[in-house]
């Protein structure tokens, strides 16, 4: 009997600037599809909102994108670093010849441009994606990128692990970050457009529900078993202790003990100190 070989793994790469940064949310859709994360800057943040999830995930820390990308790709086994644009609605034309927004089943895979109004950040184009490519160019306004592809398409390869680039904004990636990526992909909406100057919708959903529709597609496309469940909830794996979990967050209530017991003995030396005053003369003939 051949022995079936486990899916692929997925890694998450996100900037991490401060480690008061809020990624509970994140790490808590990376952890449902035993994800990897791999921050850029620091490594510890906020686990607000990941409801205990972050223990349950992986997280490496990295200077710079460079060497992340490097690791990941030399020592991880990543063949394509897939970057997550967001979701989009592109304008259409009904059966009446009306516009309006299209039905979510788009297919078309779209070009990638700098947006207009920010050239730090790469955006979907309503524009399709033309056949063949056309020549890369070094302008800021006109240089081109590999197109994105609408995850619904499931547009993977089987060969090798997938590293996923998101960031925190709701649509978009910054155009530094997005030079690393192989591949783009976003999610095809289907809410109506009432403003007849607009030819798409940008950011109706926030990144980790775009993450997650993406880890969705790629799971199904790669053959993820279902987690069994016990009793009404999923059984997860035994918790491992990473060192950006646990260790820390013992450390800190350590800290926190260290520097409470310390208030505590200041009050009390401080309270000492007062009760072994003794009064002057000088006070009573005030007030006698």
Known sequence: MQCKMPPPKIYIMIENPSKSNNLGPILRCGAAYSATFVFIGYQKCAFDGSHGAHKHVEILSYPNFQQAVDYVKNSCGVKSIVGILGDVTFRSNDDHGDDCGDDGNDATSRMVHVDDLDL????????????????????????????????HTRPFSEDGNICFLIHKKSTGLPKEQGAYCDAFVHISTGAPIVSSTNHALYGLLDCQTCLSICLHHYTAFAGYKERDFVGQKFQVTKRTVYPSTDIDHKKCRALQEQRQNKKLEMQRDAQNAWENVEPLDGMFQLFG
């Open 120 to 151: 730090n950040t790469l955006r979907v184009s309503p524009a399709p994606a033309p056949a063949p490519a056309p020549v890369a160019s070094s302008d800021i306004k006109s240089q081109v990128y590999p197109c994105s592809k609408p995850i």
